[in-house]
Structure formats: C-alpha cells, structure tokens
C-alpha cells in the first residue's frame, strides 16, 4: 500500500467528533509524518479545493455526506484517501443485536460507504488482526494503538454546578457563561449534574463532563472528593427561588472550592463578597470572567476558601 508522501502537504483528518479510535490509533501515524494535520469534525466547514492539491484525505469510521460529494469532486487532486476502521463496520451482521439507530448511523456513514470507497481507490486502515484478514483483499494496513502521552503536573482548575432538576433555568442560563469562559481559560473543566437532557445541552463544550443525578448520601461522599476549585450558585429571579435558602455555600465549601453566588436575600445573609465568596450580579459576560480571573488567581481562591471554612465552623459553634 502507498505510504504517506515525504512533502509537506496537508493531511485533512475528518472524525465526527473528538474520540479515541483517532486519539490511539491514528493521530500516532500521522504526527509521525511530520506533515500539517487539519482537522475536521463534521460540524466543521470544508476546506477550500485549493488545499487539496497533493494532499490527504483520513476518515475515521465513517464518510459522512458532505465529505462524501466533496471528495468525489475533486478526487483527482488528492494524493491519498484513506479509510480508517476499528470496528467491523462494513458487515451490517455485526452490529446485530445493537440498537437500530446506531445500526443505522453505521449503514448510512460507514457499510454502505464502502463500494464508493473501494471506487474511490481508497486505503484501508484497520485496528486488528480480525479485520485485517477479513478484509484481506483489500490489503489492509494493521494500525496497532499507541498510549497517550502521560499529562503534565495537573493543572486543570475544575469549576462545577450542581443544580437539581428544579434549577432548569440557571442550567440554560449558565451555557453561554461556561463556553465563553472555556473558551478563554484552557485550564478550566466543566462538571455539572443532570439527565439526558442537560447532556444534550453541554456535550458539545470541550472539557465538561455531565454526572448522572445520585441520591443524597451518594452525593455527600461525591462532593467530598478533592479536585473541584469554583462552585457556581446562580438563582435567577422567581417566586420558586425567592423561598430557597443558601445551602449551596454549605455543598461549595465542603468541596474546598470558592463560591460565586447571585446576589439577593437567599445567600446575603452567609456570603459576604470578596471575604468567603464572590458575589455578583447576573450578567454573563461579568460571571464567565470571574470565573476566568478565579482560576489565574490561586492565592484568591486560597484566601476566600478558607474564609469560607471559618465562617461555617463560627456558625456550627453559635448554634450549639
């Protein structure tokens, strides 16, 4: 099979999103090339023709349609195009037993894919042994994985939300504040609590992780566990919040993190801004950049949380 080319044309990598079968498998072959990497998800536009001349064309998985008619028009230009697989994706048999919505992605993206890809003199990439020799008339070429390299020191600042079921207008308030702040800081992670639909919601964000909701006692062990830097604890203006009391500064300060809080009755009277929490009015832009300036500035964050600490143990001990 062709090898890569030596010249320093690009290589067009098209995933549907980030994932691991190109994290282990092919990003190690193509960083070792040494040539330019573009990447593409399939949210992302095309190229223009003119970046095709010479180059390479990767597909992981699957060739969605627009790539597709794309790659058919110019096919010419291309050096390469290569197909990469680590499942058997071009036998609908199996996937049997599987759900028929992922059946049918595989159908339309990838097992049906496959005589335009044999007509397109396409490269066959594959992860096993299994494949390989199932395939062999294709002459396949066996991508073994390659580990991840070790991260450095961490030196991720996790902020997080832990709203219940009831806080669903504060889940969709807070979308855009944590994009533009993920955006700016790229130390910060995303965790918040929700079902399916709040996964539909923040799936998207880059470093977020959506925890499926657990019981009380569950929840008192996970918010104990160390790692978590900058509670969120806005409450938008209703009748339902008007009534809330300020526990989230409780569930914040248990984690080891610095609040930030809306303003209004519900938490004035156990946060004091810029002592043991940060208040602030419900603007955006104003809570996605102190969450941005929190997370640069560790002695702060240091400062307001054991502040926090003080003023629960101070309260523990006038209430006994």
């Not at 593409?40 to 699957?62: H, I, N, Q």
Request: hydrophobic share 40%.
């Amino acid at each position: 099979m062709t090898e890569f080319q030596s010249s320093p044309t690009p290589i067009h990598l098209i995933e549907e999103r980030p994932n691991p079968s190109t994290d282990y498998f092919v990003r190690p072959i193509l960083h070792a090339s040494g040539r330019p990497i573009h990447c593409y998800t399939f949210d992302k536009p095309l190229p223009d023709p003119s970046e095709l001349a010479g180059a390479s064309v990767v597909c992981v998985r699957y060739v969605p349609t627009v790539w597709a008619r794309f790659i058919e028009r110019h096919r010419a230009q291309l050096a390469e195009l290569v197909f990469f697989m680590d499942d058997d994706l071009f036998d609908l048999s199996a996937a049997r037993g599987m759900g028929w919505r992922y059946r049918l992605k595989l159908a339309r993206l990838a097992t049906w894919r496959r005589d335009w890809l044999r007509a397109q003199g396409a490269s066959l990439w594959v992860s096993t042994p299994y494949l390989r020799d199932k395939y062999a008339d294709w002459q396949p070429r066996l991508v073994l994985p390659a580990p991840l390299p070790a991260p450095a020191a961490d030196e991720s600042i996790r902020v997080f939300y832990h709203g219940s079921a009831s806080h669903k207008a504060e889940i969709r308030w807070l979308h855009p504040v944590i994009e533009a702040a993920l955006q700016a800081e790229p130390r910060l992670t995303f965790e918040i609590i929700g079902t399916s639909e709040v996964n539909q919601r923040y799936r998207r964000l880059p470093r977020t992780t959506v925890v499926h909701p657990m019981s009380w006692p569950a929840y008192q062990t996970f918010i104990s566990m160390p790692g978590r830097h900058i509670g969120l604890a806005p409450l938008l203006d209703s009748p339902f919040n008007r009534a809330r009391s300020c526990t989230k500064f409780f569930d914040i300060t248990r984690a080891g993190a610095v609040g930030i809080y809306a303003p209004g009755p519900v938490c004035a009277g156990v946060v004091e801004h810029g002592v043991n929490g940060w208040m602030l009015a419900l603007d955006p832009d104003a809570w996605s950049q102190a969450i941005v300036q929190l997370a640069r500035d560790t002695e702060r964050r240091r400062t307001l949380s054991l502040a926090a600490q003080r003023s629960i143990k101070r309260d523990m001990i006038q209430t006994c």
